[in-house]
């Protein structure tokens, strides 16, 4: 039983203690007073009659009369006179039949009152005796008025009671509320804090839960301080932040090689032109202060276009890869204000800045790319210090030329429905988590990949339309097969209400099928925007689905922020899971992600496992679950 319930069961038998105890109390001193009433009512009265028949003549005629005045004058149960041998003479009986109390409230108080004797003289003889008792009827009816009103006052002061009972309880309940919910999410793992309470015991606890949250939160932080600082001295660049040359081209590799948005985009190659000249007129600090300035800009540039990583591949020369990057006219003039801006902020040096810009395609070789870039930057060094150059190649993904085709495909293949791919992820004992389920649409004759389409969905804000479709498809699915099913949402689509409603409405309309949902979003998303995103976790998590992150890396450390947003599991980026069997410091960084995901009640798993020696190694440092080229499909079994 609830402490509430305790509360309301100790005030209610408090009242009706209370309440029985004074109608006892108040019914047996009304009832004892009364009865004394009635009995020197009764004596006074007998006497009195007795010595006024004694100064009558004893005719009987005479006190017969007196015996029915005096029965007439008050209220009389019986009066009755006999002679010394106990004779009746004359008798005056009422009935005994009392109305307006019921019945078991008479036997409850009923009075027990003898009858008053009194002797008439005749001279110096006995000429009978008189006996008298009173009517008690009134006395009852006084009594039960005086019980009714006793139980009505008693009844407005409980009202009273109550009222107050339940106020003071709900001003316990609200912090009681507070505490309960705040030891949920700490049994769960997410370790919120609460305002204190001003109950005094209540106080007390929530300060103890408050610390501990408190001290998780900040062990969290330095955890992933540390972890933060071994991944930057594994894959930054020291002087400018920008990653270096190996990591750069891991997260290339892994663009061209994954099966959505980011498979397409466009990539910048920017050269600091004359740097050993540089290096000489600004000496070594000016000279970093020059390349982490071209750095931060180029970092600027890739935020404005969606989210851009940014690398060093040696001394002088950067790289930007901008996923889904399709707008040529804007990147370029982005690019140059920011180049601009960078070479008149330094007019001492005047450095160089050429560049060099390609689209990018799913399965389109490092190696080409990079050669494209290099070709087009030598050319761009030609045309001056600002010079700049488009790769021209043939595009491989461009299947239409304008945004109406664009626009009237992507219609139409909403309109046929998406087909959904199926990757499984296992656990370490090869069991089947949930199977990752990538979008595809029919274009131009083929089921087309996400990448291929995603970055036109975006600039045509028709992602929400693709996010429901696939959603419907991955449910129908699911009722099919019984299986679970990971699917992806867009960035833009949380920020859409309508679509949240309709995302809503759909998942309460099948509860089962909700249960075995997987819904994944990119960690760059749900850190830039937390607010959306701790409001998309309230309002699905409660209808069975699990939310997670993917492609997390470069931000782990944030995950503090997100402790208490209820997520499910995270999808460490291929980037850090490549070549792990034989890296050492890699091991480390991801042995500590899957340590801090696992005190947060966190699935921990690898994207992008691509044979058994990387599978074995990430099991082995602790994480829960592989997917990617080298994860085999299982037999039917399920986690």
């Not at 001193?29 to 009195?48: C, F, G, M, P, W």
């Not at 540039?301 to 940014?310: A, E, F, K, M, R």
């Not at 429905?417 to 990757?423: E, I």
């Not at 070549?579 to 500590?592: K, S």
Request: charged share 20%; hydrophobic share 40%.
């Amino acid at each position: 039983m609830s402490l509430i319930k305790h509360l309301w069961l100790t005030v209610l038998s408090i009242l009706l203690l209370t309440l029985g105890g004074s109608l006892a109390v108040g019914l047996t001193v009304l009832r004892d007073y009364t009865e004394q009433e009635i009995r020197v009512k009764n004596s006074d009265n007998v006497n009195a009659l007795a010595l006024s028949m004694s100064q009558l003549s004893q005719d009987p005629v005479s006190l017969e009369l007196l015996m029915a005045a005096q029965f007439d004058t008050g209220h009389y149960q019986l009066i009755e006179l006999r002679n010394p041998e106990g004779e009746l003479i004359a008798r005056r009986k009422a009935d005994g039949t009392i109305d307006g109390v019921p019945s078991w409230f008479i036997e409850l108080v009923r009075f027990e009152v003898p009858p008053s004797r009194a002797v008439i003289q005749s001279g110096w003889q006995q000429y009978g005796s008189l006996t008298l008792q009173s009517h008690h009827s009134f006395a009852y009816h006084s009594l039960w008025h005086g019980a009714i009103r006793l139980i009505a006052w008693f009844g407005l002061a409980a009202v009273i009671g109550l009222v107050l009972a339940g106020w003071i309880v709900h001003t316990i309940r609200r912090p009681l509320a507070a505490v309960t919910s705040q030891a949920s999410d700490i049994g769960a793992r997410r370790f919120t804090s609460r305002p204190e309470p001003r109950t005094r015991e209540l106080r007390q606890v929530v300060q103890a839960m408050n610390q501990l949250s408190a001290s998780v939160r900040q062990m969290l932080s330095d955890e992933s301080n540390k972890l933060d600082r071994l991944r930057r001295r594994v894959q930054q660049d020291e002087v400018t932040g920008a990653l270096n040359r190996d990591a750069f081209l891991t997260q290339l590799t892994t663009h061209l090689e994954s099966d959505d948005e980011r498979a397409s985009g466009c990539l910048v190659l920017v050269r600091l032109a004359r740097l050993t000249e540089i290096n000489q007129a600004l000496g070594r600090t000016g000279t970093d202060s020059l390349l982490r300035a071209l750095c931060e800009s180029l970092r600027r540039l890739g935020d404005t276009h969606g989210g851009g990583i940014v690398g060093r591949l040696n001394g002088s020369d950067f790289a930007l890869l901008i996923p889904g990057g399709e707008a040529p006219e804007a990147l370029t003039s982005a690019l140059l204000g920011e180049l601009k801006a960078l070479r008149h902020g330094d007019a001492s040096a005047g450095p160089g800045l050429p560049s060099a810009l390609c689209h990018y395609a799913p399965g389109d070789p490092v190696g080409e790319l990079l050669a494209g870039l290099d070709g087009a930057l030598a050319a761009a060094e030609t045309q001056g210090d600002l010079g700049l150059q488009w790769v021209e190649a043939q595009r491989r993904d461009l299947l239409y030329t304008t945004h109406a085709e664009w626009r009237h495909a992507l219609l139409q293949a909403l309109s046929r429905g998406a087909r959904l791919a199926s990757f499984p992820v296992l656990d370490h004992n090869g069991a089947l988590i949930h199977h990752e389920s990538p979008s595809r649409l029919y274009l131009e004759g083929e089921w087309r990949a996400a990448g291929t389409f995603m970055p036109w969905m975006s600039r045509l804000e028709l992602t929400s339309q693709l996010d429901l479709a696939v959603t419907r498809t991955a449910i129908a699915t699911i009722a099919t097969e019984r299986r679970p099913m990971a699917v992806n949402l867009s960035p833009a689509s949380i920020h859409d209400a309508h679509f949240l409603l309709e995302l809503s409405a759909l998942l309460r309309a099948h509860p089962d099928e909700a249960g075995r949902l997987w819904l994944e979003l990119p960690e760059s998303l749900a850190l830039r925007d937390l607010e959306s995103f701790r409001s998309l976790c309230r309002e699905l998590q409660p209808l069975g689905c699990r939310i997670g992150l993917e492609h997390v890396g470069s931000e782990f450390t944030r995950l503090g922020d997100l402790q208490d947003s209820g997520l499910a599991y995270l999808k460490i980026d291929r980037s850090l899971i490549r070549g792990i069997d034989t890296n050492p410091q890699q091991q480390a960084i991801v042995r500590g992600m899957a340590t801090l995901c696992h005190s947060l009640g966190i699935l921990a798993i690898a994207e992008g496992v691509g044979n058994d020696l990387e599978w074995e190694t990430v099991i082995d440092i602790g994480l829960d679950g592989v997917t990617g080229p080298g994860v085999r499909q299982p037999d039917l079994q399920m986690a």
